[in-house]
């Protein structure tokens, strides 16, 4: 008897729907998921080290539940790079982003309420939405992946969506927002009834532009969230935060679980922000191979889309899967991540990139043979 999910009494808004991943293949170069290539620095290692054998005797107690050493120092993290004063009244932070968005749809999404985000954007967005019963609303964007304000304006009217996602650098195209854009949305979006306006700044850090940060001046209804996964190179510690109106911040703890945030995150997080400077250099580094990948694509042949991230998307290829298969060929893994004619590629090290651009090499005159 052949038994699967859909013969279980799940809610309706979830058959026939696939999990987020990207395939982990065993190739010698993997750019496929936006981590940062380089480990922790070994000093960083060895504070981690200290902070947890000494949080380690303390674990027969729970943790602080508000976390408030940590929000303190990433609040002053913020105020130091992102060119606004932050206060740890303002700073949330849950177990990675998307349990802050979970969280935050938990707490102004649901059954009944509806959010909308511009696609091709971050998928995540879309199936949390789901898995909290909010309803999602695909936006448009424009040809060359920017958002068109007047058609977004319109659908912001038209849909009156409670929550308004704006991916600024975006996931997966690289592109990063005006703030002019995300003004203009805000904007429109009050215009209709009170909604909440969320920035995702997952990789703000490698942006050429600033952070829209100074836009939460004023607007209680924006909040700007972020991650320690890519520029800190945490992607296995599993950080998120967002900045916010206080109100916010107040909002969240509704909905989170009681000490969400165990005492060995909050302390590895800790040692990490003790060694912000060291963990920018390597994003300086990442941006350097960013824009290096950017121009020897375009040299190659491929049309790329502008990037403020740690990825560049590239194409246009007739058949997309067929291309990213003839990449993995020669042992580089980047990902096919659905957007039509499209794949992206994460910023590695300079071996890995010149691996990749290698392969997009001899992909090319494999096309230019055949075709």
Not at 232 to 259: E, T
Not at 281 to 293: F, H, M, N, P, T
Request: charged residues 25%.
């Amino acid at each position: 008897m052949n038994f699967g999910i859909d013969d279980l009494p799940v809610r309706d808004e979830l058959r026939g729907k696939s999990p987020y991943g990207a395939p982990q293949l065993d190739v010698p170069v993997r750019l496929n998921t936006n981590e940062n290539p380089y480990p922790l620095p070994e000093p960083l290692v060895e504070r981690i080290a200290e902070r947890v054998r000494e949080a380690a005797r303390g674990l027969n107690r729970y943790p602080d539940r508000d976390a408030v050493e940590l929000r303190t120092e990433l609040a002053k993290y913020l105020t130091r790079t992102g060119g606004h004063r932050v206060g740890p009244e303002n700073v949330w932070a849950a177990n990675g982003s998307n349990e802050v968005i979970q969280q935050f749809l938990q707490a102004f999404g649901g059954p009944g309420r509806t959010a909308i985000g511009f696609e091709p954007s971050y998928s995540m967005h879309a199936l949390i939405a789901r898995g909290t019963g909010t309803g999602w609303i695909s936006g448009p964007r424009g040809a060359d992946f920017t958002i068109d304000v007047a058609a977004a304006e319109k659908a912001v009217a038209g849909h009156r969506p409670d929550v308004v996602f704006v991916t600024t650098p975006n996931n997966p195209t690289g592109n990063a927002v005006p703030a002019d854009t995300v003004l203009a949305l805000y904007e429109a979006a009050q215009a209709v009834k009170p909604t909440m306006v969320v920035v995702d700044e997952a990789y703000v850090e490698f942006s050429h532009g600033a952070s829209l940060l100074p836009l939460l001046e004023g607007r209680p209804h924006l909040v700007v969230s972020r991650t320690m996964s890519k520029a800190f190179g945490a992607a296995g510690l599993r950080l998120g935060y967002l900045a916010a109106h206080p109100a916010v911040v107040d909002a969240l703890q509704l909905v989170r679980l009681p000490y969400h945030l165990s005492a060995i995150t909050q302390v590895t997080a800790l040692a990490a922000l003790e060694h912000t400077d060291t963990l920018l250099g390597y994003v300086e580094q990442l941006k350097s191979e960013r824009d290096r990948l950017v121009g020897e694509l375009r040299a190659i042949g491929c049309d790329v889309t502008e990037s403020d991230a740690n990825f560049v998307q590239f194409g246009r290829f007739e058949d997309s899967h067929d291309a990213w298969r003839r990449i993995l060929d020669r042992g580089v893994l980047v990902r096919d991540n659905g957007v039509p004619g499209w794949l992206r590629v994460t910023a590695g090290t300079p071996a890995e990139n010149d691996a990749f651009l290698d392969a997009v090499r001899d992909l090319k005159k494999e096309q230019e043979q055949s075709g």
